[in-house]
């Protein structure tokens, strides 16, 4: 494995899989802790974090539990991470709650290994968990599909360097980048409860950014409280917790919810270290649009804030690609996001499609201005015409016939219709096959013609819109 470097973060891993089946051993042989020996009947009794350290590269686990009436919070578990390990005890193979583990992590579209435990016991057949997973739709390398797998024994350790190893190369392909930088930094809530003496206890795994004691926490635009302390998962008290690590944190006002994404600064470009608890601070105005900014380099991201800082309700601003944090900050606070010269990453985008926050980037920066003032028109506009989205698209190719630019789409929702307008473009013309249509609809293919002509490269997201009377 290559050395980990400043560009890279942790990968957070969950293990999913049956009841009994070996996940809290498995987390316990790995973390050399003995955890497994205190819970009741096989479960977990709440969803924990621990981080470990394999040949120098840190790895953080998501302990989720096991039992079916925690399927909900097992599905957060598995949204929160980039990798997933689904165990499969080898004597009793797949069982229903391995197929609902199955769904879980396909639904959360990140990579994963399949581990298959208890290899030790005797008279197992580990080649008919590969059967049984292949009849679910799970094909493994070399069982026609390319999901890496491996025997192992959380009991007697057997396998789970192999395990770890392959966990470190699915992250490294999945380029984690270290976004350590990014302001403000959010963090997922991944357990919370009420502590007789102590008050509201969160157990929080950083997202982006960098968690500092004595930073104020916001839950969308609302001040839930301070950190006033840092514990990690050894128990030890911190004081800064970067990416992908989990904490706990003692200073909060109320119990946040499983799931919640906390941030440590008011989502306004004003805001300052020293607000606590200025509810009027907190509240944007109601005349401008509410976006979120990312920016391919800090010269442009400067440029560009520097122009638009009195006419938007900027949540949070960055450089780099638009990546799950941004498109969870986005969410919590209604923010639609804005990228200059970005992109986003398939993954990205179908949890923006979920969270339904919408994302368009620009090649030319005016582009962006025209398309803001347009937002900031839709906001003014109390009475009169409406100005209304009606359709997506994604860039495929864009080709030039004797100079007229086609840009090769397809519609990914609404629909486009002629002379619809395209940020300071209109549609000029919409061709299907070789005929002239009004309109194209969600999963179709066309060609459209723009006027005037923009700087679209494939894979850039297009959105028409619309005057509505």
């Known amino acids: 494995m290559p050395e980990n470097t400043s560009a890279t973060r942790p990968p957070v891993v969950t293990i999913l899989g049956h009841v009994d089946h070996g996940k809290t051993s498995l987390l316990d042989r790995i973390r050399h802790a003995q955890v497994a020996a205190g819970e009741v009947g096989g479960i977990t009794q709440a969803i924990g974090a621990y981080q470990i350290e394999h040949h120098g590269h840190k790895i953080t686990f998501i302990d989720t539990p096991g039992h079916s009436a925690f399927s909900a919070m097992r599905r957060r578990g598995g949204q929160a991470a980039d990798v997933a390990v689904l165990v499969v005890a080898a004597d009793d193979s797949v069982m229903p709650q391995t197929v609902e583990s199955i769904e879980h992590i396909k639904s959360a579209g990140i990579p994963f290994v399949v581990a298959v435990n208890k290899v030790d016991l005797p008279g197992v057949n580990p080649d008919r968990v590969k059967t049984d997973l292949a009849n679910n739709n799970v094909y493994l390398e070399g069982y026609g599909g390319n999901i890496p797998f491996v025997n192992i024994s959380a009991k007697t350790g057997v396998g789970v360097d192999e395990l770890l190893e392959i966990i470190l190369l699915l992250a490294e392909l999945e380029e984690l980048k270290d976004n350590s930088a990014d302001i403000p930094a959010t963090a997922l809530v991944i357990e919370s409860s009420l502590h007789p003496q102590i008050g509201p206890l969160a157990t929080l795994l950083v997202k ?131 990228g200059f010269n970005v992109r986003i990453g398939s993954n990205v985008a179908r949890l923006a499609e979920i969270e339904k926050v919408k994302f368009t980037n620009f090649r030319i920066i005016y582009q962006l201005f025209d398309y803001l003032k347009g937002l900031q028109d839709k906001k003014t506009l109390a009475q009169g015409p409406k100005i209304i989205e009606t359709g997506q698209a994604t860039v495929l190719k864009v080709f030039n016939f004797k100079g007229t630019i086609v840009y090769g789409c397809l519609v990914n929702s609404g629909k486009i219709k002629l002379h619809d307008q395209i940020q300071s473009s209109r549609v000029s013309s919409i061709q299907v096959g070789k005929a002239n249509v009004d309109e194209v609809k969600k999963d179709q293919e066309c060609g459209l013609v723009l006027s005037p002509k923009m700087d679209l490269k494939p894979g850039d997201i297009i959105t028409a819109t619309a005057v509505e009377s």
Request: glycine share 8%; charged share 20%.
């Open 208 to 338: 982006s950014g960098v968690f500092n004691k004595n930073d104020n926490l916001f839950l969308a635009k609302k001040n839930i409280g301070k950190i006033r302390s840092m514990i990690d998962f050894t128990g030890k008290t911190i004081t800064s917790a970067p990416p992908s690590m989990p904490f706990q944190v003692i200073g909060l006002a109320e119990v946040p919810s499983v799931g919640d994404l906390l941030t440590n600064l008011l989502t306004t470009p004003e805001a300052s270290s020293g607000i606590e608890s200025s509810a009027e601070a907190t509240l944007f105005d109601s005349e401008k649009p509410t976006i979120l900014l990312k920016a391919d380099v800090q010269g442009s991201l400067e440029a560009v804030l520097g122009f638009i800082k009195n006419q938007a309700n900027i949540v949070a601003s960055s450089v780099g690609n638009v990546t799950d944090s941004d498109i969870e900050t986005a969410s919590a606070a209604g923010a639609e996001i804005l």
